[in-house]
Structures are given as structure tokens and as C-alpha cells.
């Protein structure tokens, strides 16, 4: 990739010593002979930034902060699962450079480097539904639909790339039709659909139900994160066992452990109970038997 990025830039800026030196991190990919060989076949050297001093490779370590925000912001909105990111990424590359910026006077990228404004008539919502033309129809078949439908997830420099949820592959396409008020979470729901998880409140004891408990406890997905309601702590998930519960009622309040351990000797707690009703009233159950 980085010679391809050299060749681009010797090819849009002929000439003697276009560049002599590349500046980066110390990552291992930068630190190779590889690498070395390779500035050095163009004249130029590498140029090393201090060790966890992002300010002495500014430029790059900002541009990235930028386009990682604008990747949440397609994930986020669009509903595709994360491992996609590297189709969006070129995505919000793509959108990115045909947006105006104020350091170069309101211009965009394209129209700085190009010297000619971009087009942007064929931008259109991401994760929007596509209906791809389909013009082998095999032998047979020939009163089935044309289309496939497909979600717009990119961009190619003479159509759309498209996203095919059965088969999990993306595809170039020209001829299709997007439906812009329809969209792939509409569909298949949100990749961010979160639900709640958390301690009540010292107020309510009893009051919460088992069916409020399981609505707030469930999660639609095997990947979708689970958030607290107040914000903080995202991606938290539950106790996964009985014993991490209790480890954790052991270490919260270590003088009530030693009453349990002796009172509910071969008897079982449920710790949902226990949890809601903050330790005051502890309700015992008998195993079956």
C-alpha cells in the first residue's frame, strides 16, 4: 500500500525530488528494512515521532480522529455490523474529501488537488435499500424478478457498492435503483440496539416485576452491546454466573455473608430476589427435590 501511495504521488507531482522525507510513528510496519528500501528507491528517508507524542505526527494522528468519527457515525446510522468497517471506512474517506473544509478556504479536497469541483449528485443515504439489475437470467426462470435487493454500503468511481445480507458479500454494481426511505436496520435492525442493565434503586424493593426484569435483562443479539442507563460504564455486560453474584454480594457486604452462608446451608437463594430487595429481606428457597 505505502508504494502505491508513492507511486500516486510521483505521478501527480513528476519532477526531482517531490519528497525526502516521510514522517510516522514507530510502529512496526515503519521501523522494517522493507520500508527502509523502499523510501530509499525515491530519495527519501523516514522520519521517526517520539514514543507516545501524538502532537509530533499532528497532522496524520488528526485526520484519523477524524475519519474514525465519521466511521462510528455510518455504523451508528446505518445499522451495519462492525466488522464492515473496512468497506465504511472508504466510505467516509469517499465523503470526507468532497466536503468543504475551512482550513483550505471552504474547499473541498477533490477541488484542492484536482484544480475541478467534485460531483456529488450521486451521493445518497448509506445503508439505504438497492434494487440490483440482474441481467443474466438463466434458462427456465425467465417470470422471475430482475432485482436483487441489496443495501448501499459504498462507492465506486462509476456506480455503487452494494451489500447482500444472505450471502454476507459486497458487490459493484451500476444499474440499480435506491429506495432512500428505506433502511438496512429498518430491516434487520440496528447493530446499536441497546438495552439496559441494572441495580433498582434503594426506593424500589419489590416493585419491580419478573417481567420488567426480563425485558430490561434481554439483549436482541449475540453482538449488540449492553449500555447502563445513566451513560456511564458503556458496554457493560451482567454477571454471567451465580457465582460471580455472589462474589460480588460477598465483597459489598461482607458482614451479611457469614448469616447466609450458615442460615442457607443446603438450600438454594435466588439472587434476583436477593439483588432487588437490597439485602433486607433475604427469601429462602427449598431445592426441589
Known amino acids: ?18 519528497f525526502q522525507k516521510v514522517r510516522s510513528d514507530k510502529g512496526g510496519e515503519f521501523e522494517s528494512q522493507e520500508y527502509r528500501d523502499l523510501l530509499s528507491n525515491y530519495g527519501a528517508e523516514p522520519e521517526y515521532a ?49 466536503l468543504s473544509h475551512s482550513s483550505i478556504g471552504f474547499e473541498t479536497p477533490i477541488e484542492k488537488f484536482y484544480s475541478k469541483p467534485p460531483r456529488v449528485d450521486q451521493l445518497r443515504i448509506i445503508g439505504s435499500k438497492t434494487y440490483v439489475y440482474q441481467n443474466k437470467v438463466s434458462r427456465g426462470h425467465k417470470c422471475e424478478p430482475r432485482s436483487e435487493i441489496q443495501y448501499l454500503i459504498a462507492y465506486t468511481p462509476t456506480g455503487y457498492k452494494t451489500f447482500d445480507p ?35 434503586s434503594k426506593n424500589n424493593n419489590d416493585s419491580v416485576s419478573r417481567e420488567d426484569s426480563k425485558n430490561s435483562s434481554s439483549v436482541g443479539g449475540g453482538d449488540k452491546p449492553i449500555t447502563s442507563p445513566e451513560g456511564g460504564g458503556a458496554f457493560a455486560t451482567p454477571p454471567k454466573s451465580k457465582r460471580k453474584m455472589k462474589n460480588k454480594i460477598s465483597k459489598d457486604h461482607p458482614s451479611v455473608t457469614p448469616n447466609i452462608k450458615r442460615k442457607t446451608r443446603g438450600k438454594r437463594i435466588n439472587y434476583k430476589d436477593l439483588i432487588r430487595s437490597n439485602l433486607t429481606n433475604i427469601e429462602l428457597i427449598e431445592t426441589p427435590k
Open 1 to 18: 500500500m505505502m508504494k502505491e501511495a508513492l507511486n500516486f504521488i510521483q505521478a501527480q507531482f513528476p519532477g526531482p525530488s517531490t
Open 50 to 98: 517520539e514514543t507516545a507524542a501524538h502532537k509530533h505526527n499532528g497532522a496524520a494522528e488528526r485526520v484519523i480522529r477524524t475519519i474514525e468519527d465519521r466511521l462510528r457515525a455510518l455504523t451508528f446510522e446505518s445499522g451495519f455490523r462492525a466488522c464492515l468497517w473496512g468497506q465504511l471506512i472508504d466510505t467516509a474517506t469517499y465523503i470526507y474529501n468532497r
Open 166 to 200: 444472505t450471502t454476507g458479500k459486497t458487490t459493484e454494481n451500476c444499474i440499480v435503483k435506491i429506495d432512500e426511505n428505506i433502511q438496512y436496520k429498518d430491516e434487520f435492525g440496528s447493530n446499536l440496539k441497546a438495552c439496559t442493565f441494572g441495580f433498582p
